[in-house]
């Protein structure tokens, strides 16, 4: 008789959505590397910043840089994620539950060969075809000829940002996070190392050859957990019914998933692609305070997500297990949580956008005109966090169901229509700034469309309690702003007006959600008050 092997305990796979102990660790850890990945990206742009400033050069690499952010979008944040977390959170809970062959490897025998494939030709393509596409991307660029060479460059990430979500989606489904938290550290590390060696040499050209470099580190730096990860379970003899399910689950993740999430990080990617559009026929610089601005701006919004990095991988599980009530609750506390480090940023940013920028960019080829055009581009794009914020929640929350969903794309679609048309009717009368305020209305009405949509779905969030909770954090947020801006306009000095104005900022928002009754603060100064009326 054959011995079937069985399933390891559950030591072998932490069930880390069970214990919030192990969900705290994840968090925590993964704040840290991104905190940490997060610093290193502002230290490549204030390394580019003052290299190259801000001019046709700088706006010919930030046209090849459409690449790598919408590879970023498409391979490892949203796209690849969104199909294979849910992918091997289901094929972890048909490994605790089945004897026979791994799911977990069949998944990967399935779907990784295909995929390598697929983006070795995408990359190739894309080299081939890099002058054709700076023409479309920013028609009547002047440095079209450098933007091909960096565009050539870049193109290689398409391979390697493949593989990086790929190995990044497999860990995390097997919750572990470490790993995938130290991608973005290794990027920028390969892109700020070559700036230094070569951007005197090669200009920004550099930074172009320190993308491709970033992209094979961030590969190298996950390619020993993930061998721990498969070598944990030796697979059985293959049963054929199993080997036939799990082709059928292959079958489904490749035509039922990947359309509508393709559709959907590509219609949210392709909000940069219409900024750099409208922006190459403004003045010289444009484009690159657009960059400077979103980049600054955007990073209260990748703190707030972190969180969702640790519990996509709880939601998707829960839902495989049928647990519908445990992902909603879930999925409430993110969006209040992240709201909440979203605006708490936003209001910073919008009372202190000339301090910050000062501080962090103006310096050799950066002048006091790049400082206060970016200043006022970054206000704008402040506008839109708290919908950047949403749309990241409420995405992975609709992606989480093993069933293809259309209407997230369709939500997507739509706010990108709203940003075209508010751009094209804004850049006349507002140049940069009004390309940014488009982008905020346009990802607003996505946000708003995603959480309409949420109640509707399986996991049914309460809207109206949802809605009722963040309209109290955004009025905290514009008391917040109100006397950060005193605080910070009370000294000329940039860095003790940032620190003022952060400071006033944080306090003012905690007492105003509190006062206003936001859930999660009052469950944070609970313990507090049952201590003080224990004393009296």
């Keep these: 008789m054959t011995k079937i092997v069985p399933p390891l305990a559950p030591t ?90 791994d799911p977990v490897r069949a998944l990967v025998a399935a779907t990784l060969p295909r995929l390598m494939l697929a983006l070795a030709g995408g990359g190739a393509v894309l080299i081939a075809a890099a002058p054709a596409v700076v023409a479309v991307l920013a028609p009547g660029l002047p440095r079209a000829d450098l933007a091909v060479d960096c565009t050539r460059l870049t193109a290689t990430c398409v391979f390697t940002f493949g593989l990086t979500g790929y190995c990044s989606a497999a860990l995390r489904g097997h919750g572990r996070f470490l790993a995938p938290a130290t991608i973005y550290v290794a990027y920028n590390v390969g892109i700020i190392a070559l700036l230094l060696l070569l951007g005197r040499a090669w200009g920004v050209r550099a930074a172009a050859a320190g993308v491709a470099l970033g992209g094979v580190l961030m590969i190298l730096v996950q390619l020993p957990a993930l061998w721990r990860s498969w070598r944990e379970r030796e697979p059985a003899v293959a049963v054929p019914a ?65 969180l969702c990095t640790v519990t996509f991988p709880v939601i998707a599980r829960a839902l495989a297990a049928g647990d519908t009530e445990r992902a909603r609750r879930r999925v409430e506390s993110d969006l209040i949580v992240a709201g909440t480090i979203v605006l708490v940023g936003a209001s910073v940013v919008v009372a ?104 509707r779905r399986r996991t049914a969030l309460s809207v109206r309690w949802v809605g009722g909770q963040l309209a109290r954090l955004v009025a905290a947020a514009a008391g917040a702003t109100a006397v950060c801006w005193w605080g910070a306009h009370e000294t000329s000095n940039p860095v003790l007006a940032l620190a003022v104005g952060a400071t006033s900022a944080v306090v003012v928002f905690a007492v105003v959600a509190r006062l206003l009754r936001v859930r999660e603060f009052c469950l944070l100064f609970r313990p507090v008050t049952r201590r003080l009326r224990h004393a009296r």
């Excluded at 391979?75 to 605790?96: N, Q, T, Y």
């Excluded at 059928?248 to 940069?272: C, D, E, M």
């Excluded at 559009?277 to 010289?284: E, G, I, M, S, T």
């Design 242 to 306: 199993a080997r036939r399910a799990d082709r059928g689950t292959a079958q489904a993740l490749r035509l039922a998933l990947v359309a509508p999430i393709v559709v959907f990080a590509l219609s949210r990617q392709t909000q940069v692609l219409i900024e750099r559009f409208l922006a190459a026929p403004l003045p010289a610089g444009a484009i690159s305070h657009l960059n400077y601005a979103q980049k600054v701006a955007q990073m209260p919004m990748v703190l707030s997500l972190m």
């Design 12 to 101: 072998a796979t932490p069930e880390f959505g069970s214990s919030g102990r192990l969900l705290a660790r994840a968090a925590f850890l993964t704040a840290g590397l991104t905190v940490a990945g997060a610093l290193l990206g502002l230290l490549r742009d204030q390394a580019f910043a003052h290299f190259f400033g801000a001019d046709t050069d700088t706006d010919a690499f930030l046209v090849a840089w459409t690449v790598p952010e919408v590879a970023a979008t498409l391979l490892i944040e949203d796209g690849l994620a969104f199909v294979l977390v849910p992918a091997f959170s289901l094929a972890l809970v048909k490994r605790a539950r089945c004897t026979g062959p």
């Design 352 to 455: 202190c956008a000339p301090q910050i920028i000062h501080v962090l960019f103006q310096r050799g080829a950066f002048t006091d005109h790049d400082t206060a055009a970016t200043a006022d581009v970054m206000r704008m794009y402040a506008l839109g966090l708290l919908g950047q914020t949403l749309v990241g929640v409420l995405a992975r929350s609709y992606f989480s169901e093993a069933r293809p969903l259309w209407f997230p794309a369709c939500a997507m679609l739509a706010g990108l229509a709203a940003t075209a048309v508010a751009g094209a009717l804004a850049v006349p009368v507002w140049g940069a700034p009004g390309i940014a305020a488009a982008n905020a209305l346009g990802i607003t009405l996505t946000a708003l469309l995603l959480l309409w949509g949420s109640g």
